[in-house]
C-alpha cells in the first residue's frame, strides 16, 4: 500500500509539473504576441491590417422603407449617381430629390469618387426616396468610414437604421372603412 501510494503522489507532482509548464509556455505566447503587436510583426499585426483595410471594389448596400427596397452599387469613378438609369439632377418632385441628397450634402466632397447605381422597386415615391437614401448612406459609411456614421446618426437615424413600422390591415368585413371598426353606438 506504501508504495503506490508513493507511486500516486510522484504522478500528482509530474502533473503539477506539467501544468506549471503549458502555463508558462502560454505566457510566453502572449508576451511574443505583445511584443509582435508593438513591432508590427505577426499574426496579431496582419488581423488589425485586415480590420482597417479598406472594402473591395464594387460595394453593394441595401435600403427599405415599408415596400420599397432599393438596391446600391458603389464603384470608382467621377460621382455620377443614377436612380433606375435615370440620373439624379433629373429626380422630380424637387422634395424628393433634395430627400435623397441629404446623405451626400452630409458626407461633403467626399463621394465624387465612386460612380453609383441603384435600383428600386415597390413602395410609393417617398418610401423610394427614403430606402434610396439609405442605400446611399449605408455604401458611404462602408466606403469612406471615419465619423461619418456618427454625423448621419446624429442627423436622422434612419439614414443607416431600418425602420419596421408597418400599417395595420384592415379588418374585414368593412375593410374599405379602415384598420379600426366604427365606435360602437347605443341606441337607446
Known amino acids: 500500500m506504501t508504495k503506490k501510494k508513493a507511486l500516486d503522489e510522484k504522478k500528482a ?27 508590427g510583426k505577426g499574426k496579431a499585426a496582419k488581423k488589425a491590417e485586415k480590420k482597417t483595410a479598406k472594402p473591395k471594389d464594387p460595394v453593394f448596400t441595401v435600403g427599405k422603407r415599408k415596400r420599397a427596397i432599393a ?7 467621377k460621382g455620377v449617381i443614377k ?15 433634395l430627400k435623397i441628397m441629404e446623405p451626400l450634402v452630409i458626407a461633403g466632397d467626399s463621394y465624387r469618387g465612386f460612380d453609383v447605381k441603384i435600383s428600386v422597386k415597390g413602395g410609393g415615391p417617398m418610401s ?14 462602408e466606403l469612406i468610414g471615419g465619423d461619418l456614421k456618427q ?35 347605443s341606441k337607446r
Not at 507532482?13 to 513591432?39: N, P, S
Not at 436612380?83 to 430629390?97: A, D, F, G, T
Not at 437614401?133 to 449605408?138: H, Q
Open 13 to 39: 507532482d509530474d502533473r503539477k509539473e506539467d501544468v506549471k509548464k503549458e502555463t508558462i509556455k502560454k505566457g510566453d505566447v502572449k508576451k511574443e504576441a505583445r511584443t509582435e503587436k508593438k513591432t
Open 71 to 77: 438596391r446600391a452599387r458603389f464603384k470608382k469613378g
Open 83 to 97: 436612380i433606375n438609369s435615370k440620373p439624379l439632377e433629373l429626380v422630380q418632385p424637387e422634395m424628393i430629390r
Open 128 to 141: 423610394q426616396a427614403e430606402a434610396i437614401r439609405m442605400a446611399i448612406a449605408r455604401g458611404l459609411v
Open 151 to 185: 454625423k448621419y446618426l446624429t442627423y436622422d437615424k434612419n439614414l443607416l437604421v431600418y425602420d419596421p413600422r408597418r400599417t395595420e390591415p384592415h379588418k374585414p368585413p368593412h375593410s374599405s372603412w379602415g384598420a379600426r371598426r366604427y365606435k360602437q353606438r
